[in-house]
């Protein structure tokens, strides 16, 4: 075992363990593999957006919007990697789970019930360390004339929390042990495919409430990091076991919504470290909670309204006949999941 000058450690000719100093400096400087973290001998590129999604929604050559505004076409939203890592990657996470979802909702629920939750979890992590690592190097202006920073520098990101998603999302190549306290909220929804909708696509990424969506077909995840699953317990003691039925666009929406709103009040999550046991050249992936319960601040419904706005103002509005919408979302006024009854509204054939 050999440790480095920047903290991290070494079994066997392998970065068992990248420092936070490693993971700043160098990964998300894209001066390194993102994976093994070292200069690579067969450099290649890592899509960001699996490479099976970009496929089955013919997306290449289509543009994600980033959080500058800036429109970067899907091919080039890549980060370096070497050809072994991206093959490691390929095998261990995106060949199962591709699968998985290519059998739509019981596919992937099949799949987790197979005991697979660490590996989605692991998966939703690294397209989300991903998306934040490339925001690194992309200034938040995109006027050059106004000297700003990257998007991560202005916007503050938590790279403390980031790297433990990181070390995650590297368990592959790490082969890191993961105490299942150490993954976070994980949650599977069916939604609605309207065959003449646009989106069967879709990721959602609220950065400062560690809240990350995925949408793919009819099977909708949403995943809170480093809250240790309190926010999915705490959602589902207040309503997520009233949900019966597919989800459309706007429920779903929403349902990111309240997870966002939820891990944004967790008033103690746990702290997460990674532990080695040299005997065993092996390194695990603890979680140490610092309360027996999770507590939450009293929900501030402002930020609930400011969310929703977030989530579902801008692509639908023409889609929503709801007079003064901006006003009545940011006030908390409009839901789509319940009727006034409580009940969830079913939009199911
Ligand atoms: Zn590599």
């Known amino acids: 075992m050999i440790h480095l000058d920047d ?3 070494s079994i066997n000719g392998k970065l068992v363990f990248v420092s936070l100093k490693r993971f700043r400096d160098k990964v998300c400087e894209e001066k390194v593999c993102f994976i093994c ?8 590129k890592e899509h960001i957006v699996p490479d099976w999604i970009l496929k089955r929604f013919s997306l290449y050559n289509q543009k994600i919007q980033l959080p500058n505004g800036t429109l970067l076409p899907y091919r080039q939203y890549v980060l370096p990697c070497c050809m072994s890592c991206n093959q490691l990657l390929s095998r261990e996470l995106e060949a199962p789970i591709s699968k998985a979802f290519k059998a739509g909702f019981e596919g992937v629920e099949d799949f987790l019930m197979k005991g697979n ?5 692991v998966w939703l992590a690294l397209i989300f360390v991903k998306m934040h690592c490339k925001d690194n190097s992309l200034p938040l202006n995109r006027d050059h004339r106004e000297n ?4 991560a520098k202005e916007l503050e990101y938590d790279w403390g929390l980031m790297h433990h998603i990181y070390c995650l999302a590297r ?5 890191a042990i993961i105490q299942p306290e150490a993954l976070g909220s994980l949650c599977i929804f069916s939604l609605k495919v309207d065959p003449d909708a646009r989106e069967h696509f879709d990721i959602g ?7 990350f ?3 793919i077909g009819d099977v909708g995840i949403i995943a809170c990091f480093g809250d240790g699953g309190a926010v999915q317990s705490k959602l589902h003691q207040l309503f997520l076991n009233r949900i019966e039925g597919k989800l459309n666009f706007f429920q779903f929406r929403e349902l990111l919504a309240h997870f966002a709103c939820c891990r944004f009040h967790l008033k ?4 997460f470290s990674s532990l080695f046991d040299i005997d065993k050249s092996e390194v695990t992936i603890v979680c140490t909670q610092i309360d027996e319960e999770p507590d939450f601040h009293k929900i501030d419904h402002s930020i609930l309204g400011k969310l929703m706005k977030l989530v579902l103002y801008d692509s639908p509005k023409d889609f929503v006949e709801i007079p003064n919408y901006e006003q009545r979302l940011l006030d908390g006024d409009v839901g789509f999941l319940f009727d006034e009854n409580g009940v969830f509204i079913s939009h199911s054939d």
């Open 148 to 151: 700003t920073e990257s998007i």
């Open 37 to 44: 973290a070292e200069e690579s001998s067969e450099p290649t």
């Open 268 to 271: 103690n999550p746990p702290y």
């Open 7 to 9: 903290g991290s450690i």
């Open 205 to 211: 990424s609220i950065t400062f409430a560690n809240t």
């Open 117 to 121: 939750r660490s590996a989605l979890f």
């Open 213 to 215: 969506s995925i949408r």
């Open 171 to 175: 368990a592959s190549f790490s082969e």
